[in-house]
């Protein structure tokens, strides 16, 4: 059974960390592109970061550039996106997806999809 798990969300204050965690299964993750996106209440869901099959190249959507930093772990099946200086305007639910393929901006050319984790920023 494909599947990816996020873990890792919560509350926290602004200029707080966290760090999100996707643990796939049922598919090998190495053939697979993986992004993280975002969706706050109201909002479209948006790409936050993608990385490469490999984990050569990543990519971070502007507003996340410096603050985050996305990794992963093909052995361990397990895709990682540490977020520093969080802000408010970061809360949203977190989903991560896999592609098989290069990464691509648009959230409909993912296969599979996680559940989602809650990341709330407030004082």
């Known amino acids: 059974q494909t599947q990816l798990v996020e873990s890792g969300g919560g509350l926290v204050q602004p200029g707080g960390s966290l760090s999100l965690s996707c643990a796939a299964s049922?598919?090998?993750?190495?053939?697979?592109?993986i992004g993280w996106f975002r969706q706050a209440p109201g909002k479209e869901r948006e790409g936050v970061s993608c990385?490469?099959?490999?984990?050569?190249?990543?990519n971070y959507e502007d507003s996340v550039k410096g603050r985050f930093t996305m990794s992963r772990d093909n052995a361990k099946k397990t895709v990682y996106l540490q977020m520093n200086s969080l802000k408010a305007e970061d809360t949203a639910v977190y989903y991560c997806?896999?592609?098989?393929?290069?990464?691509?901006?648009?959230?409909?050319?993912?296969?599979?999809w996680g559940q989602g984790t809650q990341v709330t920023v407030s004082s």
């Open positions: 049922g598919f090998t993750l190495d053939y697979y592109s």
């Open positions: 990385s490469s099959r490999s984990g050569g190249y990543t």
């Open positions: 997806a896999a592609r098989f393929g290069p990464c691509v901006g648009s959230r409909f050319e993912y296969a599979y």
